[in-house]
């Protein structure tokens, strides 16, 4: 099914230079054609000139400007929106992130492309835009659609290395590179860039720092230490993360062994030493591991807990696999990945009510959950 482009929602008409839609005195060039979204009641091939609205104009301005940006007017329509609207980037930059927050991501991003067509060197949102895919990338993997996630993830880098070549730099384009790079645990170049933002702060009074500038300043200090004691940085364990992530786990696990002979105290290690193991379904094993991450420094974590979970679900052990959910969901409540393994464990127990129940309350939390959607269509509830 071809889907129609939003292009196909404005119609172009040219304005006699007298015309003024609002009482903001706008200079008019008659020669050059303006977007005009169109109304939902427009018939094809009807237009009322006395009907047409600032509203529309501006509407068809901002279709522009996310969908065409190279338009050969597109300057033209710069300065005809900033007139009609002086604090149009504030406005819609707010609206953007309220979006987003809200999980509208569609319309999000489409108001992030407005904003890049209307000022496509304003860094800020450049780097606001690496956030939203970021952002979105999180959301879509939460709900099980990873190849999605991939793909935001994909998109955000463009974003953050647009961002991270500002000149002059941007401190928070390194500050938020470094978390996207911490979750990909390319922890090299979560280093880089915490490094980077510590470096260009670091003559900056705390009153300089903006908004939670002390608590990033000290937050960025402890991410790198926590990579300097752990030795995150070791090529055997990046190595064994590529690895395990390709589906080539009995190699990843030849280096995350190579790096726990010299680092045994690292939970990361144990819980990517389990994590491997129980891709390969050798549960009692992954388990051990899990446990061992669990009892190292920082260890304690919802996602070990949880990966500990799946380990006793599969060697027949609901109870401990329901206290060991009950604890990782304390540690994150609207983890939707816990909720659905609660929903697993009463699965292999036979009860499929209570099943069922579980996966309500994760579509509660995310009405996109892709897991939880199928396991109720198969339940017939």
């Not at 091939?45 to 007017?73: C, H, R, S």
């Not at 094993?285 to 807990?305: I, N, P, V, W």
């Not at 696999?321 to 609207?334: N, Q």
């Amino acid at each position: 099914m071809i889907q129609n482009s939003p292009l196909d929602t404005i119609y172009y008409i040219q304005l006699p230079e007298d015309f003024k839609p609002s009482a903001k005195a706008m200079h008019i060039d008659p020669t050059i054609p303006v977007p005009v979204q169109k109304k939902e009641s427009d018939a094809p091939g009807t237009f009322n000139m006395k009907e047409l609205t600032e509203e529309q104009i501006l509407a068809g301005i901002l279709t522009v400007m996310a969908y065409d940006p190279k338009n050969a007017n597109i300057g033209y329509y710069r300065r005809f929106l900033k007139d009609a609207r002086p604090n149009v980037k504030k406005e819609l930059t707010e609206a953007a992130i309220l979006k987003a927050k809200n999980e509208d991501f569609d319309l999000a991003e489409e108001i992030f492309s407005a904003l890049r067509g209307f000022d496509p060197d304003d860094m800020t949102t450049v780097l606001n835009t690496a956030l939203f895919f970021d952002q979105r990338a999180d959301s879509y993997r939460k709900s099980g659609l990873n190849e999605d996630a991939d793909a935001y993830d994909a998109d955000a880098l463009v974003y953050y290395q647009d961002a991270l070549n500002a000149e002059p730099p941007i401190p928070d384009a390194f500050f938020n590179a470094g978390f996207y790079f911490l979750k990909k645990r390319d922890f090299k170049k979560a280093k880089d860039n915490f490094e980077t933002y510590l470096a260009l702060i670091c003559d900056k009074k705390e009153e300089d720092l903006g908004d939670n500038g002390e608590y990033k300043k000290n937050r960025a200090q402890q991410i790198l230490d926590n990579i300097a004691n752990r030795n995150m940085e070791d090529d055997h364990f990046n190595a064994a993360y590529d690895l395990i992530s390709r589906g080539e786990e009995e190699k990843g696990l030849e280096e995350i062994r190579e790096f726990l002979e010299r680092n045994p105290d690292v939970w990361n290690a144990w819980f990517m030493l389990g994590w491997g193991l129980r891709r390969l379904e050798r549960f009692s094993d992954a388990r051990k591991a899990f446990e061992k991450a669990l009892s190292c420094e920082g260890g304690e974590t919802s996602d070990t807990y949880n990966e500990l979970s799946i380990c006793l679900m599969e060697e027949g052990e609901f109870d401990k696999a329901k206290k060991t959910l009950e604890t990782a969901l304390s540690k994150d409540p609207e983890n939707t990945k816990i909720i659905s393994n609660l929903g697993y464990v009463e699965l292999k127990e036979g009860n499929p009510a209570k099943a069922a129940a579980y996966f309500q309350t994760v579509l509660e939390y995310d009405p996109d959950d892709k897991i939880a959607l199928a396991e109720l269509q198969q339940l017939d509830m």
